[in-house]
């Protein structure tokens, strides 16, 4: 497959880097490569459209910076190595960004070999190209799913992550110990970043603030597993993005941040807002327990704020307020 030429206009400037970022076209990634593009940064921005959710969504999520002279669209696969050797035989990188994966805790269940061929094959594939071609810095999107079972709240760094509930977290889990071989054994700088439930504009329609917002607005019964008394650290887009991007401007040899608001809310809570917000009430279909689903995820983002400079924002109800004023644009 033959790449794009690519004029590399954001290479002016000592600070300005050069930027790969997986899952490009997706939630995230969309928000954080806008922003390295309005910082004069160029990204390259990687991306296979996978199936799991309308590949339309995406193309319009990369239809908002797709002509920008600092950034370059590459269709293609994580999977596949040689691939991933073309891009960085053919351009510069200077640091990875990897958010792409297949997500989902449930689907994971069904399907937990997709998941280990993504998510572990994919980043193997990531860390072994970037030990080929040396990079300032790889970045790695993991997840709270990680700490499973743990039932000290909130969630440290340090906490023992040995119990993970869904082929997803024990992926996840395994990435971040392959970032840390890769690390060690090839003194790779890396940070791997703990995301706990993101939320706001261009979310995956499958999520659940999504699928709520979307029952609500249609008049439709809310799926809801469980009783609705699971709680969750709900965490901004923007919030996200400002994590990320002092990762990137802080670099470590290797370390993991939890990101995230660092409180906790039930899901009827959320339900409750949503209504509010969208004006209609909330028809709930109440279903079985979930397994996979972890009581509460709580972040405890003491060593961020201290290492990072991470301060989240947005709390609950002015980001739903936002995600809702969004939402309603699509109608």
Request: proline letters at 8%; hydrophobic letters at 40%.
């Amino acid at each position: 497959m033959d790449l794009p030429i690519f004029p590399l206009a954001g290479s002016k400037g000592n600070r300005l880097q050069k930027f790969l970022i997986t899952g490009a076209a997706g939630f995230i990634g969309s928000h954080l490569t806008e922003r390295l593009l309005s910082l004069g940064h160029t990204v390259f921005g990687l991306d296979n459209f996978d199936s799991f959710y309308d590949p339309a969504i995406k193309r319009k999520n990369v239809a908002l910076f797709k002509d920008h002279p600092n950034f370059i669209l590459l269709e293609g696969d994580i999977r596949d190595f040689s691939f991933l050797e073309k891009i960085f035989a053919q351009y510069p990188v200077d640091r990875v960004l990897h958010l792409a994966a297949r997500a989902g805790v449930r689907p994971s269940i069904q399907n937990p070999f997709l998941y280990e061929e993504v998510n572990l094959k994919g980043t193997l594939n990531l860390l072994e190209v970037s030990r080929l071609h040396p990079i300032k810095q790889f970045v790695f999107a993991s997840s709270s799913s990680v700490y499973g079972g743990n039932s000290k709240i909130p969630f440290s760094e340090s906490d023992p992550v040995d119990s993970p509930v869904s082929p997803y977290a024990a992926t996840k889990k395994g990435g971040e110990l392959f970032c840390y071989n890769y690390h060690h054994l090839y003194k790779i700088p890396m940070t791997c970043l703990r995301f706990f439930t993101v939320y706001g504009p261009r979310q995956r329609p499958e999520m659940a603030i999504h699928c709520f917002a979307r029952s609500i607005r249609d008049e439709k019964p809310l799926p809801l597993f469980g009783d609705g008394t699971i709680q969750r650290d709900f965490t901004y887009i923007e919030d996200i993005i400002d994590g990320i991007t002092l990762a990137i401007e802080k670099p470590f040899d290797y370390e993991i941040f939890n990101l995230g608001e660092s409180k906790t809310h039930p899901v009827n809570e959320v339900i409750q807002l949503l209504s509010k917000f969208i004006g209609k009430p909330a028809k709930i279909n109440y279903l079985p327990p979930q397994p996979g689903d972890m009581p509460v995820t709580y972040a405890d983002i003491s060593k961020a704020r201290q290492k990072l400079g991470y301060a989240p924002k947005t709390n609950l109800e002015q980001g739903l307020l936002k995600f809702v004023q969004e939402f309603n644009k699509t109608v």
